[in-house]
């Protein structure tokens, strides 16, 4: 799962039948940097936007929690119900709206929390 | 499995059934990565945990097979006490 701000929404007339009548967001996820500043998320960057369905009713400058893969259809059914569940082609999906994101800002930008003793990417 | 540390908490009052009840966790997973993950373990902003993902995920929840009505694709898996090695570019671990 991830944390984002909702920046967009996506239409579509032509799609997969299970998807019809699904709702669709960009979102851009927040990085380290976003979460350390007051303002949230700056300017999107159109590359590191994540398309995801949504049954909560998130709207555009909302902050929400994506989950991928069987997770998110898991979101998903149930909210549409079990009739509706199997064969959804959806791998992200909104699961909660944000109310607060905890997080001690100073302490992160002054480098109290060590954010870099697993600093390797694997 | 991705090691990470702890930065904050995520609260919602909107959201799906399935997390109902969980703790969310933010963590910080190395350069500017950022994920949520499910805690069960209690653990405190600054600590370094394993996050593990997908069925995985679900396994931390509930041990499976019959765990995939759950709602959790990453999840607090363990809570690091310590290691050998440096990570980094400072040597292997």
Known sequence: ?122 | MIRGTVVGQVWATRKSRGLAGHRLLLIAAGGDRVVVGVDTLDARVGQEVLVSWGSGARNVLKAGPHNRDLLCDAAVSLVVDGRTGTGGDRGGD
């Open chain 1, 1 to 122: 799962m991830f944390v984002g701000r909702v920046v967009g929404n996506v239409w579509a007339t032509v799609k997969w039948p299970e998807v019809r009548g699904l709702k669709l967001l960009t979102v851009q996820p927040y990085h380290l940097a976003d979460l350390s500043a007051e303002s949230g998320a700056g300017a999107p960057s159109c590359h590191d936007l994540v398309v995801c369905a949504d049954v909560l009713g998130a709207g555009v400058g909302e902050d929400v929690v994506v989950a991928y893969g069987h997770a998110a259809r898991v979101g998903l059914e149930e909210e549409l119900g079990p009739t509706e569940k199997p064969s959804i082609p959806v791998d992200a999906a909104v699961v909660a709206i944000v109310d607060t994101l905890d997080v001690d800002r100073d302490a992160l930008a002054r480098g109290a929390i060590d954010v870099t003793q697993h600093d390797r990417r694997r």
